[in-house]
């Protein structure tokens, strides 16, 4: 699920304090199986509000072999 995984990640680089409105990507629901699973990612983009440099992913996309 690219689509979503880059929807993430463009709205962390653009708009951190926006983030609870990836709620409404089309691809939330089969990529999020319960809000549990996006809980940690609002955690980790509160925490890294107040900081001056923007948070920045460890990994970008996967591949299944």
Do not use: C
């Not at 549990?36 to 072999?65: C, E, S, W």
């Amino acid at each position: 699920m690219h689509r979503f995984n880059d929807a993430a990640a463009n709205w962390i680089d653009g708009k951190p304090g926006e983030i609870a409105s990836l709620t409404d990507h089309a691809d939330f629901v089969t990529a999020v199986p319960t809000i549990d699973d996006f809980l940690p990612l609002l955690y980790a983009i509160a925490i890294t509000a107040n900081l001056q440099d923007a948070a920045k992913p460890l990994v970008h996309g996967y591949a299944m072999r």
